[in-house]
């Protein structure tokens, strides 16, 4: 007799399946608190993530929009080509003062032309509105295109990071009024020319392939670089850390007999999947380039300290894939005739192969988001040259994309934190895209039994 159908005076129960007793009431609350608590843990942990994007998104959008000048210019052959051979060689010898001299002559008078001239401000006042990398980036076209000489064209240069800062909200009259930078004059001139047309406010290519800029600069700063030093570092890990990796598990959990050496190889491997990622960076400072004499803030050493921090990872989570597999697999395949290596080659890694995957691309978007390792080698240089194509680029000075948030951020200007949560969206988004592939990858290699 159960307590379901028991008599009302058997002691063991008094209600029915009908008619819960106290006891069932308890067990049903706890359940129903439980269930509350799990839904409170995850809407905490939506509301959190959506703080961080809010934030994220809300600071760093402004950085893939710039403001731009548009002037007509005239390039005088006299000095910027003083020979009048439109020799390459010899137009490099004039320097960017001679094109912020004709720059600065173009921008005040477009401006007077536009009737937008007033006696409060100079023409050094107008001149300013431009960024100090307008000089620069004319030379550069000039010189990619020497036929421009004489021509009269429609340059467009960045306008001064101040300027960009009014039309983003981040500079009211008020603070340019204690500002050395710019004068409130200013910004009510940057304003009539955006009503003119003479300034935009477009989509900025040059933040994600430009090179970085310097501290007075921020209008001009890029991450081409460090997208290009993430990305060579990423191609290293990768080809190193895979192959090793799932050889290692391969062994360990297939081949290698048990006993107390492979405890403590497998004890140590878990022990360096929580070793904090500086340490790593302290063993490739002193091995690969105080021993090896590797030079510093280059891919190869960042991408060699990133796979020692990113095989443990890699051989668990292998580990763990190979253990899923059932040893009915293992035990059909040898029983047909195949050898211990065709069974695991054959059959065992391919269906272990969506877990290796997985946690292989986890371990590179681990790898892609560490600073700390890669301040330590070296990394945090200001470089403003791209490497070179593989294989000579992996030697060649480079910053990574977390390095270079960690860049902006501890300069002074406030445009670089704009700057600095860019660069943090365009991390996001590589580490989603790599999710997204691993969530593929997964899918597509999934074999049910």
Do not use: C
């Not at 007033?118 to 100090?132: C, H, N, V, W």
């Not at 990133?306 to 009915?328: E, F, H, N, Q």
């Not at 195949?338 to 069974?343: V, Y």
Request: proline share 6%.
């Amino acid at each position: 007799m159960t307590d379901a159908s028991a008599p009302a005076g058997s002691g063991r129960g008094t209600g029915t399946l009908l008619a819960p007793d106290a006891r069932t009431r308890r067990r049903n609350a706890a359940e129903r608190r439980f269930r509350a608590y799990g839904i409170g843990a995850v809407a905490i942990s939506l509301l959190a993530l959506l703080m961080l994007l809010t934030s994220v998104l809300g600071n760093g959008a402004g950085a893939f929009r710039q403001t731009f000048v548009e002037i007509p210019l005239t390039l005088d052959a006299k000095i910027v080509d003083p020979k009048g051979n439109r020799d390459v060689e010899e137009m490099k010898k004039v320097t960017t003062l001679g094109y912020g001299r004709q720059l600065e002559a173009s921008m005040v008078a477009a401006v007077a032309a536009s009737g937008l001239k007033t006696e409060e401000i100079s023409d050094k006042d107008i001149a300013g509105l431009l960024s100090k990398e307008a000089a620069a980036t004319l030379r550069d076209r000039v010189l990619a295109n020497p036929d421009l000489v004489g021509e009269t064209i429609t340059f467009r240069a960045l306008a001064n990071g101040r300027v960009d800062g009014f039309f983003k909200g981040r500079v009211t009259m008020g603070s340019a009024a204690l500002d050395s930078n710019v004068t409130p004059e200013q910004l009510a001139l940057a304003q009539r020319m955006r009503d003119a047309g003479l300034v935009t406010v477009a989509f900025n290519p040059q933040f994600l392939f430009g090179t970085d800029a310097s501290e007075v600069r921020p209008e001009a700063a890029g991450l081409g670089v460090a997208i290009l030093g993430s990305a060579y570092m990423m191609f290293i890990v990768l080809v190193l850390a895979l192959p090793i990796g799932v050889a290692a598990s391969i062994y360990l959990e297939e081949f290698a007999p048990k006993n107390r050496f492979t405890d403590l190889i497998e004890v140590n491997i878990s022990n360096l999947a929580a070793v904090p990622s500086i340490v790593f960076g302290i063993l490739g400072l002193a091995i690969f380039i105080n021993f090896m004499g590797l030079p510093q803030s280059a891919p190869i050493v960042g991408g060699l300290v990133l796979t020692l921090m990113t095989l443990p990872t890699i051989i668990i989570a292998t580990r763990a894939s190979l253990k899923a597999v059932p040893p009915s697999i293992r035990d059909a395949a040898l029983g047909i005739g195949a050898s211990k290596m065709q069974s695991i080659f054959h059959h065992v890694l391919p269906l272990a192969m969506p877990g290796i995957l997985t946690g292989t691309i986890i371990g590179l978007a681990q790898a892609l988001g560490e600073t700390a390792p890669l301040l330590l080698i070296g990394m945090v240089a200001f470089v403003r040259e791209y490497p070179s194509a593989p294989p000579e680029g992996f030697f060649d000075p480079a910053s990574a994309l977390p390095v270079q948030v960690y860049n902006f951020t501890q300069r002074a200007d406030p445009a670089f934190v704009e700057r600095a949560s860019g660069a943090i969206i365009v991390l996001l988004v590589f580490l989603v895209v790599m999710n997204t592939v691993a969530i593929i990858l997964r899918r597509r290699f999934e074999r049910r039994w």
